[in-house]
């Protein structure tokens, strides 16, 4: 065998074989380069300066004058700043924390005597209050990379590490009996495809007990996916029909590691194995301009499309998956889940890969 080590997360590679490696971001302790990180620091800007102009303004009149004024030098520098973050993120990431948070203080201080300068150069202020600016960007920096640095640690707490965890042993017990069952039986009929069934075994059970990076690209999901699939195609036969119908613009997009197969599996525990007469399974990826979609659809008994119900089990997978790709795309991500026709149909949109 390629791989003989079932079980094992560190099996070794054969001679002159490089392992394959799941490559991960940059670790920077903060990331502005998200869209609803851009659309919350905009309102955060503008509550703000709302609320203080209403200390100095007595009529209404007067607040929307003043919050004008304030919003001319603020939003200017805000979108600095988040431009400068995102723009430095790689740079900034080979820096020691405490280092990252004095350079995204240092760039608040400056956006802020931009803005200032702004009111300046436009006439809006006749004397330049550079540095009350100074240190207004700077505290509305070290509060925005505060809020990030929470953001990010939100993805690895004990918590969301132990959700992880239990995802990647999505790998069910029986789903391991019957694949070795299976195996068994072809040894002495079919040895070449007992074989690559034990060696698509093992490449799973090493993905999911490796330790999880941030991301991973999609084409890393769609190859485990198909070493599940076809595991599957021996123990069901005629029954799993699938479908590939895969973009190759979409394949450097990133997700969660281990995020396609608990679908496809949904797929099959409640499309497939419940039929006497099997069911169709269908994966497609497709890349809609800065955006990927994918979608995982699956047919079901009679019994099930007609009454209509949620099939059971769906709702932890659906919901761990949902959670997942917020934490990394935040509202970039789309995810939907539900019946459509005859079929149940998971959809993801995800951005594509700059």
């Known amino acids: 065998m390629r791989n003989p080590s079932i079980l094992s997360a560190t099996s070794a590679a054969p001679a002159g074989v490089r392992p394959r490696v799941l490559a991960r971001q940059p670790a920077a302790s903060f990331d502005a380069c998200q869209i609803g990180v851009v659309l919350r620091a905009v309102l955060f800007v503008e509550a703000v300066a709302a609320v203080a102009a209403l200390f100095l303004a007595p009529t209404l009149a007067e607040w929307l004058s003043l919050t004008a004024v304030v919003t001319g030098g603020a939003l200017p520098a805000t979108l600095l700043w988040l431009l400068a973050a995102c723009g430095l993120k790689k740079p900034l990431g080979r820096l020691p924390s405490q280092a990252q948070y004095g350079a995204g203080v240092l760039l608040g201080a400056l956006a802020g005597l931009y803005g200032c300068g702004l009111l300046r150069l436009t006439g809006v202020l006749g004397t330049a209050p550079w540095l009350a600016s100074a240190l207004a960007g700077a505290l509305f920096a070290g509060v925005a990379v505060t809020a990030l640095v929470l953001r990010a640690r939100g993805r690895t707490p004990a918590a969301t590490t ?22 068994i039986a072809l040894v002495r009929e079919e040895p070449a495809k007992a074989e690559a069934m034990l060696e698509d075994l093992s490449e799973l059970f090493r993905q999911a007990l490796a330790d999880p990076g941030e991301s991973v690209t999609l084409a890393d999901e769609i190859g485990l996916a198909e070493r599940y699939l076809a595991i599957e195609q021996v123990r069901f036969g005629e029954r799993l029909r699938i479908r590939w119908d895969l973009d190759a613009a ?9 995020l396609l197969q608990p679908l496809v599996e949904n797929a099959v525990k409640h499309g497939v194995e419940p039929s006497p007469d099997g069911a169709r399974v269908r994966i497609r990826t497709q890349r809609r301009g800065g955006m990927v979609v994918i979608e995982v659809v699956n047919s079901l008994p009679p019994l099930r499309w007609a009454d209509a119900p949620l099939p059971r089990g769906h709702g932890i997978a659906l919901a761990n998956v949902r959670d997942r790709l917020r934490l990394l795309h935040d509202v970039q991500a789309q995810f939907s889940a539900g019946m459509d026709q005859k079929n149940y149909r998971v959809r993801i949109a995800i951005p594509a890969s700059s």
């Open 162 to 183: 132990a959700r992880l965890e239990e995802l990647q042993s999505r790998i069910r017990p029986h789903f391991l009996f019957n694949t070795l069952n299976s195996a």
């Open 250 to 258: 979409a394949s450097d997009a990133r997700l969660p590691p281990l």
